[in-house]
């Protein structure tokens, strides 16, 4: 199992960005997907999470309305559209595998939102 | 369903015993099945979080037998016997009970 994320970078206040993850050695399909991030000051704290055939997601109530999950489950791939962001959603995301519990996580993608 | 964890940090020594507890606001057992839904995940420095224990006692392939993990309901304990130097890590409990899911707030092991 494998996950790679990409896409974290730099952005000022109430700009946009979109973090994607790759996802290989296992089939995608039957796994729910998740992105988790951390900070010092908050350790870890759950984003989202989409079902394997995209049918169910769930947000935390600090994402709900400007974050999307999503998945491409013909390229294995998963992804987070972070709009408006703001100085508090500074954070290593890391994307992660369900089965029930976090089974596998990839080594995380670093998100500064800074004027 | 709020996690909290006991210490935030602790120290013990090469060779003793490493006690961290979790205290879930409200149970995470599902009685139909009789499973705790709770895990345990070990962060060293630089890496992500490792899932060393899943429905609260079944320890993931792989991961050292000094690890385990007991409890049910709402208190739960990870107990390391024999601390090793590469046990250094922040150790964190997390529930999947709910939809939302939440971690504790992590235990900071030295030794």
């Known amino acids: 199992v494998q996950l790679v994320e990409s896409g974290g970078g730099l952005v000022q206040p109430g700009g946009s960005l979109r973090l994607s993850c790759a996802a290989s050695?296992?089939?995608?399909?039957?796994?729910?997907m998740n992105w988790v991030r951390q900070t010092p000051g908050r350790g870890l704290e759950w984003v989202a999470t989409?079902?394997?055939?995209?049918?169910?997601?769930h947000y935390a109530d600090s994402v709900q309305g400007r974050f999307t999950i999503s998945r491409d489950n013909a390229k294995n791939s998963l992804h987070l559209q972070m709009n408006s962001l703001r100085v508090d959603d500074t954070a290593v995301y890391y994307c992660?595998?369900?089965?029930?519990?976090?089974?596998?996580w990839g080594q995380g993608t670093l998100v500064t939102v800074s004027s | 369903i709020v996690m909290t964890q006991s210490p935030d940090s602790l120290a013990v020594s090469l060779g003793d015993r490493a006690t961290i507890n979790c205290k879930a606001s409200q149970s995470v057992l599902y009685t139909s099945t009789n499973k705790n839904y709770l895990a345990w995940y070990q962060q060293k420095t630089g890496q992500p979080p490792r899932l060393l224990i899943s429905?609260?006692?079944t320890r993931e392939s792989g991961v050292p037998e000094r690890f385990s993990g007991s409890g049910s309901a709402t208190d739960f304990t990870l107990t390391i016997s024999g601390l090793q130097a590469e046990d250094v890590a922040v150790y964190y409990c997390?529930?999947?009970?709910?939809?939302?899911?939440?971690f504790g707030q992590g235990t900071n092991l030295e030794i």
């Open positions: 429905w609260a006692s």
């Open positions: 992660s595998r369900s089965d029930d519990y976090l089974d596998y």
């Open positions: 050695g296992f089939t995608f399909t039957s796994f729910a």
């Open positions: 989409i079902s394997g055939g995209s049918a169910f997601v």
């Open positions: 997390q529930q999947y009970y709910s939809t939302v899911l939440t």
